[in-house]
C-alpha cells in the first residue's frame, strides 16, 4: 500500500501523521512517498521519519520526489493522499496577507480561514490543489484525498465540488472542543465518559450538545459558569468562545483568536478598547511563523542528534481513517464534506460542513444533523457566503469575484466601504503576482 504525503516539507505534520502510521500495524509497512518543491525541507522530514522509524524498531520504506517534474511518480498508485501545502509560505506571502490590509486599517489575528486573509490563501492554492487532483484523476484515481489545508472549507469545498470527490477536510479542532470548555469552567471530572455532538463549518462548529455518561445535560451548569467567568474574570484568553456561550447559546470548536475575526463584533477600530478587553491578539499567526520556524530548527537538530522517546500516536485524525478504511473497522471522526442532501438543512448543499462521520472499508459516511440553532445558522452563513464566492472567484478568476468575496467577508465588510475594500483587493493580487492566477 502506498501512502503520499503532499508538502511533506512541512516536517511537523509529517512527523505527526507519518509517525502515527508507522505506530499502526496495518500502516507501518506501507510504501512512504513524500513529495515537496523545498528539497532541504523535503529531506528534514525524511531525516525525522527515519528517526522515528528507527526509535519504533520499525523499516520504513520511506521515497522521497522533489519538483512538479516528479510529482506524478510520488502520486501514482497511491491508496491515500495527504495535502498539507502552504503555497508561498510565510515570507512572502503570509506577510503580504497581513501588512496591506493594515494600510487601509483592516487587522486581522490568524487570516488562514476567512476574512481577506484567508480568501487570498485560498486564490493562490486552489490552483496548486486542483494541480494535485488533476494528477491524481489520472494516476490514482481510487485514492482518499485527506486535505489539511487551510481555508479548510474553501480549499475542501471547491476539491469536492471540481477536482476529486473522493476528498475529506480534517482539522484537529473537533477533537479538543469539548475539553477546552470542560477545563476552562472547571468541569474536568466529565471529560473520560462524556457524549457530545458538534456540527457546524470548520473552525466554527457548534458544540451542540454535552452530556454526562448518564446523558445528563452539562449546558446548564456551563452556561451558569460561563457567566460567572465573563462577570469577574477577565483576564482569560478565551473570550471570544465564552461570549458565543452567553449570547449564542453554545461553544464552538476554534480558538479565540481565531474566532475574533470571523464576525463583526471584537476588531473594530471605532471600538480599539475591545481588543485589550477581549485579550484579542492581533498579527499572532506572524508571531507564530516567526516562533515555529526558530523552534523546529531548535527541535529538528535535537531530534535528529538525540532520537525521540516515547513515541505515541497524535491526536489528528488521518492514520485512524486510513486504518478503518483498511481494516474495515469503523471509527468516528468529525469531518470537512459537502452539504449533500441537506445533512445541514439551514445551510446550502453547496456548502462545506463539519459533522460527525463514520468511516468504514467503504469510505466516508457523514452524519444528518438537521437544522442548527437558528442564531447558530445564521452566524455560520456569513462565513459560508464568503467561502461559497472565494470558490466562485477561484473558478471564474473574475476580479470582480474576488471584490464580491471580500464584501460579503463579515470582518472587512463591517470595517471598510466597498471602494476601499476593491482597491485593497487590488493591491493584494498585485503583490502577490505570480503566486496567483491571472484575474481579469
Known sequence: MKITFMGAGSTVFVRNIIGDCLLTNCLKESEFSLYDINGERLEESRVILEVISKSLGVKANIKTYLGVENRKAALRGASFVIDAIQVGGYDPCTITDFEIPKKYGLHQTIGDTLGIGGIMRALRTIPVVEDFCRDMNEVCPDALFLNYVNPMAMITGYTQRYAFT?????????????????????????????????????????????????????????RRRVHKRLLED?????????????????????SSEHNAEYNPYF?????????????????????????????????????KNGGIKDIERSREYAS??????????????????????????NFPEEACVEVPCLVDGVGIHP?????????????????????????????????????????????????????????MCDDLIEAHGSFLPKFN
Open 166 to 222: 473522493n476528498t475529506i477536510g480534517l482539522c484537529h479542532s473537533v477533537q479538543v472542543c469539548a475539553h477546552s470548555i470542560l477545563k476552562g469552567v472547571g468541569m474536568e471530572e466529565y471529560e473520560e465518559e462524556r457524549k457530545e455532538l458538534i456540527a457546524g463549518i470548520n473552525h466554527q462548529a457548534w458544540l451542540l450538545k454535552i452530556e454526562d455518561k448518564n446523558g445528563n445535560d452539562l449546558y446548564p451548569e456551563i
Open 234 to 254: 477577565r483576564d482569560f484568553d478565551d473570550q471570544v468562545r465564552n461570549i458565543y456561550v452567553e449570547r449564542f447559546g453554545y461553544y464552538c470548536t476554534e
Open 267 to 303: 476588531i473594530k477600530s471605532n471600538y480599539p478598547e475591545l481588543i485589550e478587553r477581549h485579550n484579542i491578539p492581533l498579527d499572532e499567526y506572524p508571531r507564530r511563523c516567526v516562533s515555529q520556524i526558530e523552534r523546529w530548527k531548535e527541535e529538528y537538530e535535537n531530534l
Open 320 to 345: 485512524r481513517i486510513m486504518e478503518a478504511v483498511v481494516t474495515n473497522n469503523a471509527y468516528k471522526i468529525g469531518g470537512n464534506v459537502l452539504n449533500t442532501n441537506h445533512l445541514i438543512t
Open 367 to 423: 452524519t444528518r444533523i438537521g437544522a442548527l440553532p437558528t442564531a447558530c445558522a445564521a452566524l455560520n452563513m456569513t462565513n459560508i457566503n464568503c467561502q461559497l464566492m472565494t470558490i466562485e472567484a477561484a473558478r471564474s478568476h473574475k476580479k470582480n469575484d474576488v471584490y464580491l468575496a471580500a464584501m460579503l467577508d463579515p470582518h472587512t465588510s463591517a470595517e471598510l466601504d466597498i471602494d476601499t475594500i476593491i482597491k
